[in-house]
């Protein structure tokens, strides 16, 4: 068995989490859950580094990063593969890959900033130049689902997107991110729909 840390307000496990679904893996996945910032939390025993999500594979091999957990999972079927092999397929997925992840990042920095500091010794500096991030990779996401650059048969970019979106909604619903935004709002609800992303909508554990 295959085991998974796993928190339902995490977009980096969310978008693990739809690969897990995706592939048809669930059924080999243990879930373990952890919340980084909980000191009696065994989290640090399973990842040095303290972070979801990590993965223990069958022989106890430690995978980090959901970037690199995503393609040791894609490795495991026989179906359509989320990390395309090669060509230009692949750089496509691997490029929309890369600018949503820095989506993720930028919301989650942004968050860690508001939660874990106090609030008079939070920089705006800071929040303002993850804002800044988020809007430019929106507005250049915007731009390539107007091209058609973005499919609605998912490879890992378009899922690591729909969990960056979705991180937006769950975070930040005063952003209105979708207002001038229409050709990635009408995508968005598109793949809203797809099992894989319904079934894995985030929530703060209770």
């Given at each position: ?11 980096f496990?969310?978008k693990?989490?739809?690969?897990v ?9 243990q ?5 980084p910032?909980?000191?009696d939390?065994r989290l ?16 106890g ?10 393609e040791?999972?894609?490795s495991?079927h026989d ?9 230009e397929?692949?750089w ?33 500096t ?7 991030k ?5 507005d250049?996401?915007e ?12 490879t ?7 969990a ?5 909604d769950?975070?930040?619903?005063e ?24 079934q ?7």
């Amino acid at each position: 068995m295959i085991r998974l840390t796993h928190n339902t307000a995490s977009p980096f496990v969310r978008k693990t989490m739809m690969v897990v679904i995706e592939t048809g893996l669930s059924d080999r996945i243990q879930l373990v859950p952890s919340d980084p910032w909980n000191p009696d939390d065994r989290l640090q025993e399973i990842n040095p580094l303290g972070k979801v999500p990590a993965l223990v594979a069958a022989d106890g091999t430690l995978f980090t990063g959901s970037a690199l957990i995503c393609e040791y999972l894609d490795s495991l079927h026989d179906g359509r593969k989320l990390f395309p092999e090669a060509g230009e397929e692949r750089w496509r997925a691997l490029r929309l890959h890369g600018l949503a992840d820095g989506l993720l990042e930028a919301g989650v920095s942004r968050i860690y900033e508001q939660l874990r500091r106090p609030a008079d010794k939070q920089w705006e500096t800071w929040i303002d130049r993850q804002n800044g991030k988020i809007f430019g990779a929106l507005d250049e996401l915007e731009r390539q689902v107007a091209a058609g650059d973005i499919s609605e048969e998912p490879t890992i970019g378009e899922l690591t997107l729909a969990a960056g979106l979705g991180y937006l909604d769950f975070r930040f619903p005063e952003m209105a991110w979708r207002e001038g935004r229409a050709a990635l709002a009408s995508w968005s609800a598109a793949i809203a729909e797809r099992p894989c992303v319904a079934q894995t909508q985030p929530f703060l554990p209770s």
